[in-house]
């Protein structure tokens, strides 16, 4: 039996994470075994740790989006299969990427037609920036080129799915699914949420459905599309907390977030996602996010814990330049943790812009 592989896309802070954990739980609840594969242009991803953290087995490929990394795509699916031998893989692509079905869907359909089925292509609409981007509101947003590659997302999708539905008002829903439905029209909308679950029986229907799906090959200018990506600075950081007495996991969390909000609203950047990760040595773990420049910090999972030694793990996804990321993550972090009485030593830390995308495959129609 082929593997049902089921991709869901959408732009950074979109709620992807949360969404495929959802649905690993709802396949699992039929009885079909999961596996996880994510993604991202450099290592130490707090979703990989998210997932695994949860009991997923969770594969990463890290370096580039799966349109440059397919071989090593296919390579982590394998190892999924070979060990957890899954009924579905669950993929989250990287959320500053485009192009996915010309690159990814169409080149698993033709090469791997006997091993993987492939899904309806989901892309979870993000309203803190997607109003603003629908609207043309260019004030406290990204550029054009960076709403450049939100907007491609949405024209590639067989569904778009209205995240955080249970947060706006029912005005505001309103609003944006018209202007989703205005500028791709005959792309169905379902209105979801993804922390509570609101609307996941109709993606779940959606997503077992079989037929015409994954073939809206983009026509797209790759140098916007480059130039679009190259803007985000982008941090991935590991960090070994340690402290003489126990503290308060959570609150470190919620405090380090509002500080880089606060620190890259005064730096100009727009955030695109700021997210941590908490974890002791129990396996215990929080979770806390910041998706755009004008929202508040959050816990999406909380720890409830206070531990004496931790570790951590900061994405941070902002357009400022990553040298100046960098340099202000390591100085919040260490003074929030100064605050607490903890030591924070730095393992590891990526700062990069990202290259130019080199697909390894690209269809120009479909199969």
């Known amino acids: 039996m082929p593997v049902r592989f089921v991709m869901v896309g959408g732009f950074l802070g979109a709620g992807k994470t949360t969404a495929l954990a959802r649905l690993a739980r709802m396949y699992q609840a039929r009885g079909s075994r999961v596996g996880v594969v994510t993604n991202d242009q450099a290592h130490d991803l707090v979703d990989t740790h998210t997932f695994r953290a949860q009991g997923f087995a969770t594969q990463e490929v890290p370096g580039a989006c799966f349109c440059c990394r397919f071989d090593d795509l ?4 394998g190892s999924l299969e070979a060990a957890e031998r899954p009924d579905v893989i669950l993929a989250e692509p990287v ?3 485009t192009d996915l079905v010309a690159t990814v869907i169409q080149p698993l359909k033709d090469l791997y037609a006997g091993q993987f089925e492939v899904a309806p292509y989901a892309v979870l609409f993000k309203p803190s920036h997607g109003s603003r981007i629908l609207r043309n509101r260019p004030a406290g947003g990204f550029s054009p080129k960076a709403a450049y590659i939100f907007k491609k997302q949405l024209e590639e999708a067989d569904a778009v799915l209205l995240n955080r539905a249970d947060e706006l008002p029912p005005a505001e829903a309103e609003e944006l699914a018209r202007l989703v439905a205005e500028q791709y029209p005959g792309v169905p909308v ?5 922390a ?7 993606v779940l229907e959606l997503l077992d459905r079989t037929g015409g799906f994954g073939r809206k090959v983009l026509s797209i200018d790759y140098d916007t599309y480059a130039e679009g990506e190259a803007e985000l600075g982008w941090l991935n950081a590991s960090v070994r907390l340690t402290a003489p007495a126990p503290f308060d996991l959570d609150a470190l969390l919620t405090a380090v977030l509002g500080r ?3 620190v890259c609203r005064d730096l100009g950047g727009e955030v695109a996602h700021l997210k941590l990760i908490g974890m002791d040595d129990a396996g215990a773990f929080g979770v806390g996010n910041v998706v755009s420049s004008d929202t508040a910090p959050k816990l999406s999972l909380a720890s409830h814990i206070t531990p004496k030694d931790a570790d951590l793990i900061v994405n941070a996804r902002v357009a400022i330049d990553p040298a100046v990321l960098e340099a202000e993550v ?3 972090v260490a003074e929030e943790c100064g605050r607490l009485g903890v030591a924070a030593d730095f393992r590891a830390s990526q700062s990069l812009r990202p290259g130019r995308p080199v697909p390894t495959h690209r269809y120009a129609e479909a199969k």
């Open 196 to 202: 509570t679950g609101q609307g996941f029986d109709a």
């Open 330 to 332: 390591k100085r919040v």
């Open 74 to 77: 296919v390579s982590k699916v």
């Open 260 to 262: 880089l909000a606060g």
């Open 95 to 97: 959320g500053s990427c």
């Open 190 to 194: 379902l209105r979801v949420s993804a």
